[in-house]
């Protein structure tokens, strides 16, 4: 086996491009400069695994420019295995500008140039399959299939079950002026209906209940589930109410609740499971990259093979982690310090509260004021203050704390600075 071949934990395929991000609130054509960043929902989830500690690799093409040296040395600086990545001397790494405002604003604008990307030519037999199958886990979204008639192809490829595949993530992230533009053009079918093709196809599938009606036009969870009755683990995502997993059972009474091992078939399955995770109380900086870093603590919990309720609240903690900075990457929880919060009993993980700078409360502080003398919820570290529960949201030039409340503990972690996390 080649070293390019070493066997990884998941392997995330997707255009990755530049973002120029304002410098100051205000309309695109109002802005005098911008800063530099990176953007694409796979290599998101990349190097929010590899940040969390597990081996990932991000396979892509990109412009044989600057802007695809500086996506691929940035992404590496994340601890990703970028080695897959192929440039492409006649086609530009994609770009694309958005305004500082939230993207569910009205005023909220998004500029993509990424019409014939290096990106776009991905293809069945351009890319490796030995090294997209190098992984326990691959893990895709349905962005890829609307950039060109090539990358539709090569995502049918990868959701048709085969022999020895590894188990298929697969995030449906409908972007409908994507797929207005490729059927404008004539480079692809019907959006809506080939995302539920795709899914069909994977064993691990994400979806929120607002993109769902959106696209195919069900609504509720249950609802869902039926129009997906294939993959062996469905994430519904439900926004600030949580999150409803179902996790297929065998007919002999078993689970199949996803675990990289059980990847692929699923002959002989019958009914479900449901489990349905609260979301955590977020004081929300940006609402941006959550989905890809809920995918990303989802996927953590499945490869360490963690009950379906840790998985799902781990991916709330990343998400969490995303929801409390500028930008769409964000530093995870300490591993331990996470297992500890997704641990919590019901009454301890609603009673959490979640602000900038949390992540860098680290299991000792928990473990020092869990082992104090006397601890109660009413007692704190002697170095932190007390949050103010009645804190309006947190921003640059009045930082707040995150408290986290365990049944004997209040963990109080204080934010500096909230500055915008963009490329190290």
């Given amino acids: 086996m080649t070293a390019q071949h070493t066997p990884v934990d998941v ?21 005098p400069s911008f800063d530099r960043g990176i953007g694409g929902a796979e290599s998101n989830v990349a190097c929010a695994l590899a940040a969390a500690g597990h081996r990932a690799k991000w ?56 019409a014939g990307s290096a990106a776009s030519a991905m293809a069945p037999g351009v890319l490796d399959v030995a090294e997209l199958w190098s992984g326990r886990v691959l893990h895709l979204s349905g962005i890829t299939a609307a950039l060109s008639p090539q990358c539709l192809a090569l995502m049918r490829e ?45 064993d691990l599938v994400f979806v929120g209940e607002d993109e769902a009606e959106a696209a195919w036009g069900v609504c509720g969870a249950q609802a869902i589930r039926a129009a997906l009755p294939e993959p062996a683990v469905l994430v519904v995502k439900r926004g600030p109410a949580g999150a409803t997993v179902f996790s297929r059972s065998t007919a002999e009474g078993g689970t199949d609740s996803g675990g990289v091992d059980g990847a692929g078939g699923g002959a002989g399955r019958d009914t479900d499971t449901v489990t349905d995770v609260p979301a955590l109380r977020v004081d929300v900086v940006a609402p941006v990259g959550a989905g890809d870093a809920f995918a990303a603590g989802f996927l953590s919990g499945t490869l360490r093979d963690l009950p379906v309720r840790d998985r799902a ?15 769409d990457l964000a ?77 004997d503990v209040t963990v109080t972690g204080l934010s500096g600075t909230d500055e915008e996390v963009r490329t190290p």
């Fill in 59 to 114: 396979i892509s093409r990109v412009g044989a420019d600057g802007f695809g040296d500086h996506l691929v040395e940035a992404i590496a600086a994340y601890g990703v295995d970028t080695r897959a990545v192929r440039r492409d001397p006649h086609r530009p790494t994609g770009v694309y500008f958005r305004t500082a405002d939230d993207r569910d604003a009205d005023h909220h604008e998004v500029i993509y140039y990424r």
């Fill in 331 to 407: 530093t995870p929880p300490d591993r331990a310090h996470a297992d500890r919060l997704a641990a919590l009993d019901d009454t301890a993980w609603a009673d959490l509260r979640i602000g900038p700078g949390w992540t860098e409360t680290t299991a000792d502080a928990t473990e020092a004021s869990s082992d104090a003398p006397g601890a109660s919820s009413d007692e704190t570290r002697p170095d932190a203050t007390r949050a103010d529960p009645t804190a309006a949201h947190p921003t640059a030039a009045h930082p707040t704390e995150a408290v986290e409340t365990r049944a």
């Fill in 11 to 31: 392997v995330c395929l997707g255009e990755s491009m530049v973002t120029f991000l304002p410098t100051r609130r205000g309309r695109l054509a109002d802005v």
């Fill in 158 to 202: 990868l959701t048709t079950w085969a022999p020895g595949r590894p188990l298929v993530s697969f995030d449906v992230n409908f972007r409908p002026g994507l797929w207005r533009e490729a059927e404008e053009s004539g480079t692809g079918g019907p959006g809506p209906r080939v995302l539920l093709e795709l899914a069909r196809g994977a």
């Fill in 313 to 327: 609240r781990h991916g709330h903690l990343m998400a969490a982690a995303a929801l409390t900075v500028h930008g």
